[in-house]
């Protein structure tokens, strides 16, 4: 098995047997996240998603925008006619995104190489800790990266095969892409131009796919703008979106761990953020931090393997899967690298093209070690098993520390209690209503007047100023391992003292 030369496929299609291959890794992918999905709302925004599908509200960032509406819709629909709450609706949803992904480059690795490496890709993609982790969170990462994928299977068939529907069907997946996450439209967009460059489409073929694209996309814009605008009538219809948009964007501005040019564009700033963008793919996206010997262990595998692909690219010939892919993970890595954090769950569309070069690279070395293949996966299920089993079992730190809380006050005394939270607030407006919350803590000038005679006062941010005399008592803290979910994976509960010494 290992021995075989993995040349480039010589069909074009997809025979049934494929299609229904990917199918049972689609239902095996999807049962897989579903039966280890996190047990609660892992951070503020699977929150505001869940508060989204009992109240859509974007001016009380129910959710934030960019409103990811389709996502929330499809938590709704299965809320409703499954019978089941808002956390659990979500996780559905965003496992049924996972596997779906999982399926969809399955396909899409059999189209351009063959059946072989695609199990070898779909497989080792499915455990990967960064695509297993995202998968059972109620996020829209998962769901956005399989409509994406989607749209890639079916662009790639249109160029091959000039097959009309299929790139209709690119369109459209790539509309459902968009209102899933919006901030994708510019990767959605890069995937479609490269279909119709390299199938040398036609100026009235161009027009139509777009659009067919753009009415997809007004199928989920005008109705969520429409019921924001219900909400603020005082705000044209047609500015609801814009302003939404912009006040989020705006709010990144000032963020240097955000927003690229937030930062001093210093040597050390912009190395600092290169390094956590790229190399968390390895680190916190394979899960290789995990412990100091898998660190050197899967860097040292991930090397060869990168090295023994790149000495060989000429001989592989992979040049028509680069030439296709590279524009619009170009696209997309520079989207997230310029203004988002690197969370890896933004980068789930890199995990296949990683993999595509590692397991290429390990099974075109010499024997013995042409087991590296194998080597690799088996890392990867060494590092995700323990993960998944942590994850699904161990509530996640933000609410942990809610439910601290919450049996300190029953909930007829929350409300003589402030919670100056700039990280769990949300958690305890979910799971512990009745806590007086901040949306945006004052300056500390002002904290006397907005807090008063209240009975005791929190915080959960270790730099939150505060007035003169003012202090910070450590309580409690809690974590998790950070390659479950890097952000918030270590909490800390404060009492404020407020009498001076």
Not at 41 to 57: I, R
Not at 189 to 207: C, G
Not at 454 to 482: E, H, I, N, Q
Request: aromatic share 14%.
């Amino acid at each position: 098995m290992l021995g075989v030369n993995y040349r480039t496929s010589d069909t074009d299609t997809l025979d049934a047997l494929s299609v229904i291959k990917a199918v049972l890794l689609f239902l095996g992918a999807f049962a897989l996240y579903f039966a280890t999905r996190s047990p609660a709302l892992d951070e503020h925004d699977s929150v505001q998603f869940a508060m989204g599908v009992l109240d859509f509200n974007m001016w009380k960032d129910q959710p934030h925008a960019a409103g990811y509406p389709f996502f929330i819709f499809l938590g709704w629909i299965a809320e409703k006619f499954l019978g089941i709450g808002p956390d659990l609706s979500l996780h559905f949803i965003s496992a049924l995104g996972g596997a779906l992904f999982i399926a969809a480059w399955f396909l899409i690795i059999r189209l351009q190489f063959n059946e072989r490496l695609a199990w070898w890709i779909a497989l080792c993609l499915m455990i990967t800790p960064a695509v297993w982790m995202t998968a059972t969170k109620a996020l829209t990462d998962s769901l956005a990266a399989g409509f994406v994928s989607v749209e890639i299977l079916a662009a790639l068939y249109f160029v091959k095969r000039r097959c009309f529907a299929a790139l209709l069907a690119a369109a459209l997946s790539g509309a459902a892409a968009t209102g899933t996450r919006p901030q994708m439209i510019l990767v959605v967009l890069a995937i479609l131009l490269t279909a119709l460059w390299r199938s040398r489409a036609d100026l009235k073929m161009s027009i139509l796919t777009l659009s067919v694209f753009v009415v997809a996309c007004l199928v989920w814009l005008l109705p969520m703008s429409y019921t924001q605008w219900r909400l603020r009538p005082d705000v044209s219809l047609w500015a609801v979106y814009p302003k939404l948009a912009l006040h989020q964007w705006q709010w990144r501005l000032d963020k240097p761990g955000v927003y690229l040019g937030a930062g001093d564009w210093s040597a050390r700033y912009l190395g600092t953020r290169a390094l956590f963008h790229f190399l968390g793919w390895f680190g916190l996206g394979f899960g290789f931090i995990k412990s100091v010997y898998l660190l050197v262990i899967g860097s040292a595998l991930a090397l060869a393997g990168l090295a023994a692909y790149f000495s060989r690219l000429r001989k592989l010939r992979d040049g028509d899967f680069w030439r296709f892919h590279a524009p619009w993970a170009l696209v997309h890595v520079a989207v997230i690298f310029i203004s988002l954090s690197p969370a890896q769950r933004y980068y789930l569309l890199v995990f296949p093209l990683l993999l595509v070069a590692l397991m290429r690279g390990f099974l075109q070395m010499r024997v013995p070690w042409n087991w590296s293949a194998l080597a690799f996966p088996a890392l990867l299920l060494y590092i995700a098993v323990p993960l998944a089993i942590e994850n699904h079992r161990r509530e996640p730190p933000a609410l942990r520390l809610v439910r601290y809380l919450a049996t300190l006050y029953p909930t007829e005394h929350r409300k003589d209690v402030v919670l100056l939270f700039n990280k769990v607030r949300r958690h305890a407006e979910w799971y512990a209503p009745g806590f007086v919350t901040v949306r945006q803590v004052p300056p500390a000038h002002d904290l006397p007047k907005l807090i008063g005679d209240a009975a005791a006062v929190y915080t959960d941010d270790a730099k939150l100023p505060l007035p003169p005399g003012w202090s910070r008592v450590p309580l409690v803290a809690f974590t998790r391992s950070g390659i479950i979910y890097w952000k918030h994976h270590s909490v800390e509960l404060y009492l404020i003292d407020r009498h001076a010494p």
